[in-house]
């Protein structure tokens, strides 16, 4: 299938300071990417889709002033967790979609092997 | 809004033992029903999918069906094996975003 990387694969940094998280889809060109958070033995809970040159559309609840999301290329977007605290620690997950053909299905989402963060 | 519950976890098993995941939905409409299956230290990875009533999806062994009537896609295998340990992940959509259940991590013992 195809590849979704992230980077960095762990990251752990104190209080207050932001965190910039890169997801890359490798061999395919992603027209939508999604960024998720899983806690400890929960499901994986959708934060925020973004299609490629356009502002992220965020889920309720989710503050877009503190989780800044950037498409700005079809392989390339970004999740910076600004102003850091504890409670953001967390696993974070995106996944990418692109045009359907070839091994890429309609609306097939291929997962990144996600970012651990800790917030100290 | 729409929700996902699966069995959980873990579960351990014997290599060659049969599998059962239990999976239910709460949703209006008709989504489509997929499983993913996560290795240790990788992404998830589409396992098999099912887009309408009466569907069996089906990939490496593994089977689910959907159904209407109990809003039910369980996952099944008949002999599983050590390779099969992982996090499966059951998940439902409709359009573009994926709710997911909580998982369920699966060990297998030679």
């Known amino acids: 299938g195809a590849v979704v990387s992230q980077h960095p694969s762990w990251v752990i940094c104190k209080s207050g300071t932001s965190v910039k998280i890169e997801c890359r889809s490798l061999?395919?060109?992603?027209?939508?990417m999604f960024w998720y958070r899983q806690f400890p033995k929960q499901s994986l809970m959708l934060m925020a889709t973004s299609n490629e040159g356009s502002k992220a559309t965020y889920e309720q609840g989710v503050e877009k002033d503190k989780f800044l999301i950037n498409h700005a290329s079809l392989t390339l977007s970004t999740l910076t967790v600004t102003s850091a605290h504890p409670e953001d620690s967390s696993f974070y997950i995106c996944?990418?979609?692109?045009?359907?053909?070839?091994?890429?299905?309609?609306?097939?989402?291929?997962f990144g092997p996600g970012t651990r963060l800790t917030v100290l | 809004g729409d929700s996902v519950t699966q069995m959980e976890g873990p579960v351990t098993l014997s290599e060659e033992a049969f599998l059962t995941i239990n999976c239910t939905y709460t949703?209006?409409?008709?989504?489509?029903l997929f499983w993913y299956v996560q290795y240790p230290g990788e992404g998830l990875q589409l396992l098999l999918k099912?887009?309408?009533?009466?569907d069996k999806g089906s990939n490496k062994g593994f089977e689910a069906t959907y159904r209407k009537e109990t809003t039910s896609f369980h996952l099944e295998k008949g002999s599983v094996q050590v390779s099969d340990s992982a996090v499966y992940f059951c998940?439902?959509?409709?359009?573009?975003?994926?709710?997911f259940g909580k998982g369920t991590k699966l060990t297998v013992n030679p």
């Open positions: 099912a887009t309408k009533a009466d």
């Open positions: 998940a439902l959509s409709r359009g573009e975003k994926l709710v």
């Open positions: 949703a209006t409409g008709y989504p489509s």
């Open positions: 061999d395919f060109q992603a027209t939508t």
């Open positions: 996944s990418a979609m692109g045009l359907a053909g070839g091994r890429i299905s309609y609306n097939e989402q291929f």
